[in-house]
């Protein structure tokens, strides 16, 4: 990686923003608190071509976007306003007609969504030189196509944050792959809410009570289904299964959610009032698994070719077993990492963490 400190000349990387939410807006607010860093040490100054959300695009005005012009963006939509609305906001038809528009050698394309709208651009992005960094989980889990598109883009496109926030688990892995070393297994627990209930079970607490809690404090969606169902975690575990090599689809990870289909159809507050339904069962998986010295974490495993997701028996002593809280961490085995694994823990949610992950990928694509 070539190092261009001191680079009194400087050097302009232009970017088009793809979200405008929470970790889009944090990375944003970053960007702009980092301007004299980036300048004194890499010579690097950021300039936006345009940022987007679902309605539209606010794009460069001419002479360029001052920082008192994108903290506006920004406090317009922390208002809740779209950028389509805003005074030099316009709706636009698709994410690849503003790469289209926009998009060029050097520019850095960041997909900071949550939608899987936004394949098409990343691939055209890639297709006219750009560079492209995901934040965004959705476009490496769709048919393997789209993934082998992004990821052999000879270097142009990182996407750390997918798994873990700002842990370096991509990396590590890239490293463990690109080295020759055989990984063997992997482990993880990849949601922070999730850890934070298994924390509570192990503590004695009844799983509808640590639900309730977590729910109350934020720590899950609005809908606590979408963390309990264990689709983000499983798309987590794609991507880094896909990253070993193996040829996966979403389809054939296994997921088993925390709660039974039955309550699929309620309503939020219909299902919390029926979670102390399932105290009972919960309580006695949590007495079996201490029967043979091990807690209940909820895990991503990946060995052999397979990739299941669900609630998972390990020993008290083993690192995921001694993992608290709402800190991710991963289990790397391999032909060199045994039997002790290479383990990466620490906080792996939350919009701060990401967006400076998705920060760092961004100055390192500038700086290889």
């Known amino acids: 990686m070539g190092n261009i400190a001191g680079n009194s000349a400087g050097q302009e990387k232009p970017l088009i923003l793809l ?3 929470g970790v889009g807006r944090a990375l944003l607010s970053q960007i702009l ?6 300048g004194e040490r890499y010579g690097l100054r950021m300039r ?8 539209g695009a606010v794009e460069e005005p001419e002479g360029g976007f001052t920082e008192e012009s994108l903290a506006g963006v920004l406090q317009h939509k922390e208002a809740g306003s779209t950028l389509a609305s805003h005074p030099l906001g316009r709706s636009y038809r698709s994410p690849e007609a503003v790469v289209e528009e926009l998009g060029g050698p050097g520019t850095v394309v960041v997909d900071c969504t949550a939608s899987d709208g936004t394949a098409g651009a990343l691939l055209l992005a890639l297709e006219r030189g750009c560079q492209v960094v995901l934040a965004n989980k959705k476009p490496l889990t769709v048919v393997q196509d789209v993934y ?7 270097g142009q496109a990182r996407w750390e944050t997918t798994v873990g926030a700002g842990l370096p688990v991509i990396a590590t892995l890239n490293r463990l792959v690109s080295s020759g070393d055989e990984i063997e297994r992997i482990a993880g627990s990849f949601s922070g809410t999730l850890g934070y209930v298994m924390t509570g079970l192990e503590a004695g607490r009844a799983y509808s009570e640590t639900v309730a809690e977590a729910y109350r404090l934020g720590y899950t969606e609005p809908d606590p289904r979408d963390d309990l169902g264990g689709v983000d975690v499983a798309r987590k575990a794609l991507i880094l299964a896909r990253g070993i090599g193996w040829r996966i689809e979403m389809e054939q990870v296994e997921v088993r959610g925390l709660y039974p289909e039955r309550m699929a159809g309620l309503s939020v507050d219909g299902f919390l009032a029926e979670l102390p339904s399932l105290d009972e069962e919960f309580r006695g998986q949590v007495a079996g698994a201490a029967l043979e ?5 909820y895990a991503a495993t990946l060995s052999e070719g397979a990739c299941s997701v669900g609630l998972t028996a390990v020993a008290e002593d083993s690192p995921l077993g001694r993992l608290r809280g709402t800190d991710n961490l991963v289990e790397f085995y391999s032909r060199w990492y045994n039997p002790n ?7 792996g ?12 990928d961004i100055v390192e694509l500038q700086l290889q």
């Open 148 to 154: 082998d598109g992004i990821s052999r883009s000879s």
């Open 341 to 347: 694994p290479l383990v990466i823990q620490g906080r």
């Open 293 to 297: 010295g091990k807690v209940l974490r």
């Open 33 to 38: 608190e980092q301007r004299a860093l980036h």
């Open 48 to 55: 936006f071509l345009a940022v987007c959300d679902s309605s």
């Open 19 to 21: 979200g405008l939410g």
């Open 349 to 360: 949610a939350g919009v701060e963490a990401t967006a400076a992950g998705v920060l760092s």
